[in-house]
Structure formats: structure tokens, C-alpha cells
């Protein structure tokens, strides 16, 4: 091909024609002469463009945004979103994709702006990049971030003008936004506590960082059908959900007496996407430490080749493990590692501690004696810039000058020394927010919900402030319980694996086709060793109406449980209208 064409397009065109040309071959016709035969594709996009032509060939239809990745990858879209912001502009059709590429989400109609959500492997960030965070929300956002369920940071409320301006700054500051929307590995995320957790076996944080920077450096991990999940756990108090990931690393002890070298290894789970019903599960596979980068790049590029890009709601891993199997979608991940994996029984594992589901809010106590770390409530994951800037000077002036984000829309403030402890929690109250580890404050989460996300139904955040408020005043719990409150079915707050969960829906009020925000509300879900998918109990409740039912639902429980048993096993016990009828006597 002519020496006019940039690499992208040789790329696109080659693989249109040999797609075109296996059609042909498959339909029975000679493909047409040519001048000369077609080169095989190279470079970093060829593996995700062979991909496309194989579906093509199989006579199936790409997805629009498929054909947008081949026409132009996000990546190289960056000049145009210079002239973008320059102009004005928001992005139209395929660019809206493109842009997430960047991290730039245009979130109309909810709001006519963008939210960027940023790359913080392993959730943790120095005290000067959280402010610098808070001074980027402030100038160029709405003054506020949300922390999300992968322990990142979202500014939300970004002008057209200004979306260049937020991703340059969290340059200057060493992070990035970068592949942290559309079809990539979304945030790296790990144990909160990693390195200062009394129980953990493994730190998790040099990982969380190595597989971030291969990302990063490594463009054919943005080749993927659609987004991918990867978490690291190092077994600490404070669970990192790997269970709900692609990919997910477990810190584990082998005994001695099975094969191989005792002592802590990973084990690899595969397949976690909770929004459609499914957990991470076990492969009987081991990898040492310094393997994990290697295996995870490993089982990217053998999704990239097996992903599904015809269908959006079915181009996730599990839907590759559900069609080759575990054994054969494994056997392709060995192949493009270039070795056998390490398998063991679940004999040769120890168990794993339990994580504590109240840890991260309150003092705890870390492994280097006379320091703490301290879990900061943030009321559904928000804080406003002088907030913001009111912790870094906090963790600066009393801690190790780290904050660690967590999937719980929380964080933490480390190194705090037993002295400082009154001052800390003081200082945090001055801000207006809380140390306080009640059950509920604990276990509530919500996604953006409707003020900020096209594809809500309700005011998710808005509706668990409103639970918060006002199960806090009338239900005196005595253990955790989960409220999960996502806005649609992408389950963003992972109401499946809540205790209770709520998923937005549009609640007719009467013939005209008026509606108001409201919830189906889901019951008995669970993660880690008491992992579950919740059922649904209720459905089309009115938002102003499911407090009440939250309420009924936990009094029940206080009334008619047994000894010890959880919110979620006294809902299993029971038979859909059995619990209704239990909730409504309470």
C-alpha cells in the first residue's frame, strides 16, 4: 500500500479486505483478483483489527462502535479534541466514543457537560495530588469529585472549553485519564490498606502500579471488544471485590506438601461481571508475584482475539468462558503466554481471613506500631473541593501524606500516630464530614443516578442520602448491612450483590404516561465468601416510598432472625411473600 496511508488506515483496509475476501470464500464465490496479495497485518491494533475481520468473515455484522475503533482508535483522536475545546464543541456520533478514550465522557442530557474519571492505581494518591484534584474540580468542574466503586476519582460539570485543560493538569500532577472509559482496562484497583494491614498477606500496591504503567505503554491492551476489569487483593481487612472483576488476584498461603514451593502465592479467579448475575470463579490456578502483569496481558490479548463484537451486552469475558469453557479459553491464554500454568487443589490453600465490612471507616490500628489509619465517610462518595483540600492538609500535617481511596465511595488517611488521633477526627468533623463506622454509613453505595448519567432512572444518590437519613433515626443495627442504589442495568453500585438492593426504574403515577423516579428492590445478595446474587423483591416502588420499605426490611430482620444470623441469610430463609408479609407486620 501507497506510503500516503497512515498505519491505521493500511490497517483498516486490509483487514475490510480480507474480511471481504473470507465472505466471499465462505459463500461459496472466488474472491476477486488483485494486484498483488493483501500483507498481513502488523503492528499494535492488528491482533483487535484481525479480530474484526474474522467476525466479518463469519458473515456477522461489527457493532457501529466496532466500525468507529477500526475507522479511528480513541487514542489517536487527541488533536481533534484540542480543536474540539478550542471551538467549543462537545463530540457527535462515534466521537462521543472516541473521547472516552481520553476519559472524557460527554454525559448529556443529564448534564451538558463532560465528567472526566480519572487512572489512581490501587486507589491511592499523594496529599498534593488530591488537592491538585480539588484546585482542577474547582477551575474547570463543578466544584466537586465523586469517589467511585472502582476507589477512582470523577470532576463532573466540565465546560466544552475546558476538557483539554482538566486531562493536561492531572498530567502535570502525574496521573492520567487515559483508556478509563469506553472499551478498556478500567481503574486498577487493590487492597485500600496495602502495606500497612496487619492481616494482609501481600502488598498489593507494587502491582496495581506495574499492571497501570503496562497498560499505559502497551497499545494493543486498548484493542478490547469492550471494557475489562482487573483487581489485585492482598487478602488485608478491607476486601478489594476482586470477586466482581475479569480478572481478579488473590493473596493466598500454599501448604507445604503439594507440588510446589509453599508459602504466598495469587490465585487467579476469572469471569466477575455482577450486573449480569455473575461472580469471579476459581481456576485451580496459582502465579507467583512477579507473574501476575505477565498472565494478566496474557488473558487480554486472548480476549481481544475470542471477545464478542457483534453483540454489546454479550462481549464481556464471561460470555467467552461460558462459550470455550474455562479449560478452552485457557488453554489460548497459555499459548500467548508461552507456558503451562501452576495448578493446585484447593487443598494446598489455606483459608483466607475474613475481611471486616466496617474497617474502613473509624481507627484502625496498621502493622508499623503506634500508627493508624483512619476511614473518612463521604456521604455516597462526594466531597467538595475545600473538603478536598481540607483532607490533604490533614493527611500532610498528621499522616504519611497519603489518602487511599476505596471501592466503598470512602477513603482513608494513613499514618496518623496514636497521639494525633483526637486531632484527626476533629479536624475531619470541621469539614462536615465523619469517622463514624455506623452499620449503615458503612454499607451504603450509589452510582451517579440521573443528575449525572443519560442512562439512570432515578436520583440514586440523592435516594441513599435519604435512607441513610432516615433508617439512621429509626433502625438501631447492631451489624453491617449493605443498601446498594444503582440508577439502570449497567449496575454501576452493584445492587446484585448488596443486602438490599435498589435498581432505578420510572414509576407510572397515572394514565397519562407520567412518571416519577422509583426502585424494583432486590434482597439477599453477598460478595467474597458469602458471595450472592440478590432476587428481586419489590418492584415499580416510588423513590419517596422505598425508605419505608428499607426500614420495614431491616426491622424484620431485628425481629424475627435467628442467633448470629446476617441480613442476608434471614432473607434467603424466606420465600418471596413470606418476607413481605414479615416486613409489612414490622
Given at each position: 500500500?501507497?506510503?500516503?496511508?497512515?498505519?491505521?488506515?493500511?490497517?483498516?483496509?486490509?483487514g475490510?479486505?480480507?474480511?471481504?475476501?473470507?465472505v466471499?470464500v465462505?459463500?461459496?464465490?472466488?474472491?476477486?483478483?488483485?494486484?498483488?496479495?493483501?500483507?498481513?497485518?502488523?503492528?499494535?491494533?492488528a491482533?483487535?483489527?484481525?479480530?474484526?475481520?474474522?467476525?466479518?468473515?463469519?458473515?456477522r455484522?461489527?457493532t457501529?462502535?466496532e466500525?468507529?475503533?477500526?475507522?479511528?482508535?480513541?487514542?489517536?483522536?487527541?488533536?481533534?479534541?484540542?480543536?474540539?475545546?478550542?471551538?467549543?464543541?462537545?463530540?457527535?456520533?462515534?466521537?462521543?466514543?472516541?473521547?472516552?478514550?481520553?476519559g472524557?465522557?460527554?454525559?448529556?442530557?443529564?448534564q451538558?457537560?463532560?465528567?472526566?474519571?480519572?487512572?489512581?492505581?490501587g486507589?491511592?494518591?499523594?496529599?498534593?495530588?488530591?488537592?491538585?484534584?480539588?484546585?482542577?474540580?474547582?477551575?474547570?468542574?463543578?466544584?466537586?469529585?465523586?469517589i467511585?466503586?472502582r476507589?477512582?476519582?470523577?470532576?463532573?460539570?466540565?465546560?466544552?472549553?475546558?476538557?483539554?485543560?482538566?486531562l493536561?493538569?492531572?498530567v502535570?500532577?502525574?496521573?492520567?485519564?487515559?483508556?478509563s472509559?469506553?472499551?478498556?482496562?478500567?481503574?486498577?484497583?487493590?487492597?485500600p490498606?496495602?502495606?500497612?494491614?496487619?492481616?494482609?498477606?501481600?502488598?498489593?500496591r507494587?502491582?496495581?502500579?506495574?499492571?497501570?504503567?503496562?497498560?499505559?505503554?502497551?497499545?494493543?491492551?486498548?484493542?478490547?471488544p469492550r471494557?475489562?476489569?482487573?483487581?489485585f487483593?492482598?487478602?488485608g481487612?478491607?476486601?478489594?471485590?476482586?470477586?466482581?472483576?475479569?480478572?481478579?488476584?488473590?493473596a493466598?498461603?500454599?501448604?507445604?506438601?503439594f507440588?510446589?514451593?509453599?508459602?504466598?502465592?495469587?490465585?487467579?479467579?476469572?469471569?466477575?461481571?455482577?450486573?449480569?448475575?455473575?461472580?469471579?470463579?476459581?481456576?485451580?490456578?496459582?502465579?507467583r508475584?512477579?507473574?501476575?502483569?505477565?498472565?494478566?496481558?496474557?488473558?487480554?490479548?486472548?480476549f481481544i482475539?475470542t471477545?464478542?463484537r457483534?453483540?454489546?451486552k454479550?462481549?464481556?469475558?464471561k460470555?467467552?468462558?461460558?462459550?470455550?469453557?474455562?479449560?478452552?479459553?485457557?488453554?489460548?491464554?497459555?499459548a500467548?503466554?508461552?507456558?503451562?500454568?501452576?495448578?493446585?487443589?484447593?487443598?494446598?490453600?489455606?483459608?483466607?481471613?475474613e475481611?471486616?465490612?466496617?474497617?474502613?471507616?473509624?481507627?484502625?490500628?496498621?502493622?508499623?506500631?503506634?500508627l493508624?489509619?483512619?476511614?473518612?465517610?463521604?456521604?455516597?462518595?462526594?466531597?467538595?473541593?475545600?473538603?478536598?483540600?481540607?483532607?490533604?492538609?490533614?493527611?500532610?500535617?498528621?499522616?504519611?501524606?497519603?489518602?487511599?481511596?476505596?471501592?466503598?465511595?470512602?477513603?482513608?488517611?494513613s499514618?496518623?500516630?496514636?497521639?494525633?488521633i483526637?486531632?484527626?477526627?476533629?479536624?475531619v468533623?470541621?469539614?462536615?464530614?465523619s469517622?463514624?463506622?455506623t452499620?449503615?454509613?458503612?454499607?451504603?453505595v450509589?452510582?451517579?443516578?440521573?443528575?449525572?448519567?443519560?442512562?439512570?432512572?432515578?436520583?440514586?444518590?440523592?435516594?441513599?442520602?435519604?435512607?441513610l437519613?432516615?433508617?439512621?433515626?429509626?433502625?438501631?443495627?447492631?451489624?453491617?448491612?449493605?443498601?446498594?442504589?444503582?440508577?439502570?442495568?449497567?449496575?454501576?453500585?452493584?445492587?446484585?450483590?448488596?443486602?438490599i438492593?435498589?435498581?432505578?426504574?420510572?414509576?407510572?403515577?397515572?394514565?397519562?404516561?407520567?412518571?416519577?423516579?422509583?426502585?424494583?428492590?432486590?434482597?439477599?445478595?453477598?460478595?467474597?465468601?458469602?458471595?450472592?446474587?440478590?432476587?428481586?423483591?419489590?418492584?415499580?416502588?416510588?423513590?419517596?416510598?422505598?425508605?419505608?420499605?428499607v426500614?420495614?426490611?431491616?426491622k424484620?430482620?431485628?425481629?424475627?432472625?435467628?442467633?448470629?444470623?446476617?441480613?442476608?441469610?434471614?432473607?434467603?430463609?424466606?420465600?418471596?411473600?413470606?418476607?413481605?408479609?414479615?416486613?409489612?407486620?414490622a
Amino acid at each position: 500500500m501507497g506510503a500516503d496511508f497512515t498505519l491505521d488506515q493500511k490497517l483498516y483496509l486490509e483487514g475490510f479486505v480480507s474480511g471481504a475476501k473470507a465472505v466471499q470464500v465462505a459463500r461459496g464465490a472466488a474472491p476477486a483478483p488483485s494486484a498483488a496479495p493483501v500483507a498481513e497485518m502488523t503492528g499494535p491494533d492488528a491482533a483487535s483489527h484481525r479480530a474484526m475481520a474474522r467476525t466479518e468473515a463469519e458473515g456477522r455484522k461489527l457493532t457501529p462502535e466496532e466500525k468507529a475503533k477500526r475507522e479511528e482508535l480513541g487514542l489517536d483522536a487527541y488533536d481533534r479534541m484540542r480543536h474540539a475545546a478550542r471551538d467549543g464543541a462537545f463530540p457527535k456520533g462515534p466521537d462521543v466514543l472516541r473521547w472516552k478514550y481520553h476519559g472524557l465522557f460527554y454525559v448529556a442530557p443529564a448534564q451538558d457537560s463532560f465528567m472526566c474519571r480519572m487512572r489512581i492505581p490501587g486507589g491511592i494518591l499523594t496529599h498534593w495530588q488530591f488537592r491538585g484534584i480539588a484546585d482542577i474540580a474547582a477551575r474547570n468542574g463543578g466544584g466537586y469529585t465523586d469517589i467511585t466503586t472502582r476507589a477512582n476519582l470523577q470532576i463532573r460539570e466540565i465546560p466544552p472549553t475546558d476538557g483539554i485543560a482538566v486531562l493536561e493538569g492531572l498530567v502535570g500532577l502525574g496521573l492520567t485519564a487515559k483508556g478509563s472509559g469506553a472499551d478498556n482496562i478500567r481503574n486498577v484497583t487493590g487492597t485500600p490498606t496495602a502495606g500497612i494491614d496487619p492481616q494482609e498477606l501481600l502488598d498489593t500496591r507494587p502491582l496495581a502500579n506495574a499492571w497501570h504503567h503496562y497498560i499505559l505503554n502497551s497499545r494493543d491492551m486498548y484493542g478490547l471488544p469492550r471494557k475489562f476489569n482487573v483487581a489485585f487483593d492482598g487478602a488485608g481487612t478491607i476486601g478489594a471485590l476482586e470477586d466482581t472483576n475479569d480478572i481478579g488476584f488473590q493473596a493466598v498461603e500454599v501448604i507445604d506438601g503439594f507440588g510446589i514451593a509453599p508459602g504466598v502465592w495469587l490465585r487467579l479467579v476469572l469471569g466477575g461481571i455482577t450486573g449480569h448475575k455473575d461472580f469471579a470463579r476459581d481456576t485451580g490456578i496459582v502465579v507467583r508475584e512477579g507473574e501476575a502483569v505477565d498472565v494478566a496481558a496474557a488473558i487480554v490479548r486472548a480476549f481481544i482475539d475470542t471477545g464478542d463484537r457483534t453483540d454489546r451486552k454479550k462481549a464481556r469475558l464471561k460470555y467467552v468462558l461460558d462459550s470455550l469453557g474455562f479449560d478452552g479459553f485457557l488453554k489460548r491464554v497459555e499459548a500467548k503466554l508461552g507456558r503451562p500454568f501452576t495448578r493446585v487443589s484447593a487443598e494446598a490453600v489455606k483459608p483466607r481471613a475474613e475481611p471486616d465490612r466496617l474497617a474502613h471507616l473509624g481507627v484502625h490500628p496498621q502493622k508499623q506500631v503506634g500508627l493508624n489509619y483512619v476511614g473518612v465517610a463521604t456521604p455516597v462518595g462526594r466531597m467538595s473541593a475545600v473538603q478536598m483540600r481540607g483532607l490533604a492538609d490533614i493527611s500532610a500535617r498528621f499522616g504519611d501524606g497519603d489518602i487511599r481511596l476505596t471501592v466503598w465511595q470512602n477513603l482513608l488517611i494513613s499514618g496518623v500516630a496514636d497521639a494525633d488521633i483526637a486531632a484527626v477526627t476533629g479536624a475531619v468533623e470541621a469539614l462536615g464530614l465523619s469517622t463514624k463506622a455506623t452499620p449503615l454509613q458503612a454499607g451504603i453505595v450509589a452510582c451517579t443516578g440521573a443528575k449525572g448519567c443519560r442512562f439512570a432512572a432515578a436520583d440514586t444518590k440523592g435516594t441513599a442520602r435519604a435512607i441513610l437519613a432516615h433508617c439512621e433515626e429509626r433502625v438501631a443495627l447492631d451489624g453491617p448491612v449493605n443498601i446498594h442504589v444503582t440508577g439502570c442495568h449497567n449496575s454501576c453500585a452493584q445492587h446484585y450483590i448488596g443486602d438490599i438492593g435498589l435498581i432505578g426504574a420510572r414509576v407510572p403515577v397515572n394514565d397519562d404516561g407520567d412518571t416519577v423516579d422509583g426502585y424494583h428492590i432486590l434482597v439477599g445478595g453477598g460478595f467474597g465468601s458469602a458471595a450472592a446474587i440478590a432476587r428481586e423483591l419489590y418492584q415499580y416502588v416510588p423513590a419517596d416510598d422505598a425508605l419505608a420499605v428499607v426500614e420495614r426490611l431491616l426491622k424484620s430482620w431485628l425481629a424475627h432472625r435467628t442467633a448470629g444470623e446476617s441480613f442476608a441469610d434471614f432473607t434467603r430463609r424466606f420465600e418471596p411473600d413470606a418476607l413481605k408479609a414479615l416486613a409489612e407486620a414490622a
